[in-house]
């Protein structure tokens, strides 16, 4: 049998390390699958909130120009009691 060296790492050892060394690729692909899918959805509510804030826009010019329109009518309106 060959003396214990603790700078010679044994064959056991190698195992520890091979298991250790998996176990934690594991958990780093566990993570980076779990990242791209978190992107993913960042990049998605992103989209979703452009087109809220386009909605929201056209809403706002619609609104304005409802508006307007009522202002009109309202006025046309008075001018005509006026008139009568």
Not at 14 to 34: E, F, K, L, M
Not at 54 to 79: C, E, H, P, Y
């Amino acid at each position: 049998s060959t003396p214990y060296d603790p700078y010679i790492p044994s064959q056991s050892t190698d195992d520890q390390s091979n298991s250790r060394t998996a176990a934690i690729q594991a958990q780093i692909d566990d993570t980076v699958g779990i990242m791209r899918d978190n992107i993913n959805k960042v990049a998605e509510r992103g989209e979703r909130l452009d087109l809220i804030e386009n909605k929201t826009d056209n809403l706002a010019i619609s609104a304005q120009g409802f508006r307007r329109g009522a202002n009109r009518v309202r006025k046309d309106m008075w001018w005509k009691d006026m008139k009568m």
